[in-house]
């Protein structure tokens, strides 16, 4: 043991005829020298990292973490914290000790991989914790899934805002069971939503879309209905949509447009439908409400019937648009 390690599995267990809670001692060198009994504000967001890298890797958000013991060597700016992780009850007396074997290497893994990996692929992260599954149980006779992506990505995000609360500090040392591993706080991923997408698919098609809300507050964002499906769409510049910016074409809700359209989709690493995006490219033609697709602007003579009424006065055209009545209202 290194000088200065803090061991783990020291404490002491009540009942030794039971297995021993996982432990995971952190070490901490600190930049600056710290007040006695002031804050530590960074132990929440790691507190939450390795909670959420143990239900990701269990499959259960029942796995808890919870700090037990905090040595703080104000003189040496060191601070060492020993969390004890409670697994969902009956896990570790099911899988014996494989399942804690595989949270430590696997938390491991996920470190090693979030600091190291120069293409951060998510493929790459969920196949190498097959690998580690696998070969884990491979004396234990027990297997265990590798995790879903959605959960990958929570544990991943939640190492972010661990990072970005220990930027005070000037080293970060976790120590497993099985293990140990120093955190890179100069490696962060901005935006770990796209470590979702393996592959985009790009297709351009012509759509006509029914106008649910128009860019009111010029954001660059359109609402249409498809079929049965809610999209929101951006406008490539100089289509005929940019004349509704200077107020030279007129279109509202219900109206319908006629354009091409590209879609983009993206696809997750288990080839799921991430999600989809829509570029209007070109106008081809504006349907005010209540116009077909194929007319000139004007009601057919087969939608469009005058009903002449027994009140003089009265006249109502019915059609597609619905029933229009006019009055009429002598003048002098």
């Known amino acids: 043991m290194q000088s200065g390690e803090w061991p ?22 600190l930049v600056d020298e710290r007040e006695p009994g002031s804050d530590l504000p960074w132990l929440r967001p790691l507190q939450g990292a ?11 958000d029942r796995t808890q973490v919870q700090p037990v013991a905090i040595l703080d060597e104000l003189e040496e700016r060191r601070v060492k914290v020993r969390f004890r992780t409670d697994l969902e009850s009956g896990r570790v007396a099911e899988s014996g000790q494989f399942l804690s074997r595989f949270l430590s290497r696997g938390t491991l893994a996920m470190i090693t991989w979030m600091d190291e990996s120069p293409t951060l692929r998510l493929a790459d992260l969920q196949q190498a914790l097959r690998v580690l599954s ?55 991923i901005d935006d ?6 393996s592959k985009k ?35 490539e510049p100089g289509t005929l949509l940019s004349g509704y910016y200077q107020r030279e074409v007129d279109i509202r809700p219900g109206d319908a447009l006629h354009c091409r359209v590209e879609t983009e989709t993206f696809y997750g690493p288990d080839h799921d439908v991430l999600t989809q995006r829509f570029k209007i490219l070109e106008v081809l033609e504006i349907l005010p409400t209540g ?17 002449e009424l027994s009140d003089e006065s009265l006249t109502q055209f019915q059609g597609d648009f619905g029933v229009l009545s006019l009055r009429r209202v002598p003048i002098g």
């Open 134 to 188: 696998a070969g884990t149980s491979a004396t234990e006779s027990i297997g265990h899934a590798a995790p879903d992506s959605a959960s990958l990505l929570a544990a991943i995000t939640a190492w972010q805002s661990a990072k970005e609360a220990l930027a005070g500090c000037e080293s970060v040392r976790i120590s497993f069971q099985h293990g140990a591993a120093e955190l890179n706080l100069a490696k962060r």
């Open 50 to 60: 390795i909670e959420a890298s143990y239900q990701a890797l269990s499959g259960s």
């Open 8 to 29: 783990i599995g020291s404490l002491s267990n009540e009942n030794r005829n039971e297995p021993a809670p996982p432990q995971i001692g952190v070490e901490l060198l």
């Open 192 to 197: 770990p939503s796209t470590l979702l997408v």
């Open 201 to 235: 698919v790009a297709a351009v098609s012509e759509m006509i879309l029914v106008v649910e809300q128009p860019d009111f507050g010029a954001t660059g964002e359109w609402k249409f209905k498809h079929r049965d499906t809610h999209i929101t769409t951006t406008c």
């Open 291 to 307: 116009q077909s697709a194929d007319s000139s602007g004007k009601p057919d003579a087969e939608t469009a019937e005058e009903v």
